[in-house]
T-cell receptor
């Protein structure tokens, strides 16, 4: 157990809809990052939040957005869903300002299927 | 473009065999290097990491990895695998920034008892 929890674990949406995924970080961690993992591929970095501000973003369009709350939990929002958004979405928390400073602790992921 | 390559997507070994999983990255600057593992039904977890110093890094469960800068490689090794090492292994690299992990596609390792 990492102490990082994600919800929901599975969900099905249709094209054009919007989805919100949630993540509770491990106690004491102030950084949350989100990754998209398509089937058979490694995770792709979406963005990272440090103390409620986005401080890094990967190559994802603006319809992928996020929030981090004062308790360091986080949300990932995806608007105008496309079929290619079907993937496992992973949340990771860490104590430092980013992956380069130390270990990431991952949740189990949210499996999104877009029909 | 910056990328991480894991050349073996599937590896099948017998117990007690030696293991080496390849990882190469394409970037000439400073890197931090990681191996993560995902056991069946579990979350991703850190196996070992390299930031600086001794290029031979030891991790959990008897795994080690060697950073060879001239070859842009960070191969994972274990002298004698066990059935419980069955998992998917990911190499990941931070390239000159402190937040974006770039991941390889993963290697699925199956150990036959």
């Amino acid at each position: 157990e990492t102490g990082v929890t994600q919800s929901p674990t599975h969900l099905i949406k249709t094209r054009g809809q919007q989805v919100t995924l949630r993540c509770s970080s491990q106690s004491g961690h102030n950084t949350v990052s989100w990754y998209q993992q398509a089937l058979g591929q490694g995770p792709q970095f979406i963005f990272q939040y440090y103390r409620e501000e986005e401080n890094g973003r990967g190559n994802f369009p603006p319809r992928f957005s996020g929030l981090q709350f004062p308790n360091y939990s986080s949300e990932l929002n995806v608007n105008a869903l496309e079929l290619d958004d079907s993937a496992l979405y992973l949340c990771a928390s860490s104590a430092g300002q980013g992956a380069g400073t130390g270990e990431l602790f991952f949740g189990e992921g949210s499996r999104l299927t877009v029909l | 473009a910056q990328s991480v390559s894991q050349h073996n997507h599937h590896v099948i070994l017998s117990e007690a065999a030696s293991l080496e999983l390849g990882c190469n990255y394409s970037y000439g600057g400073t890197v931090n290097l990681f191996w993560y593992v995902q056991y069946p039904g579990q979350h991703l977890q850190l196996l070992l990491k390299y930031f600086s110093g001794d290029p031979l890094v030891k991790g959990i469960k008897g795994f080690e990895a060697e950073f060879i800068k001239s070859k842009f490689s960070f191969n994972l090794r274990k002298p004698s695998v066990q059935w419980s090492d069955t998992a998917e292994y990911f190499c990941a690299v931070v390239m000159d920034s402190n937040y974006q992990l770039i991941w390889g596609a993963g290697t699925k390792l199956i150990i036959k008892p």
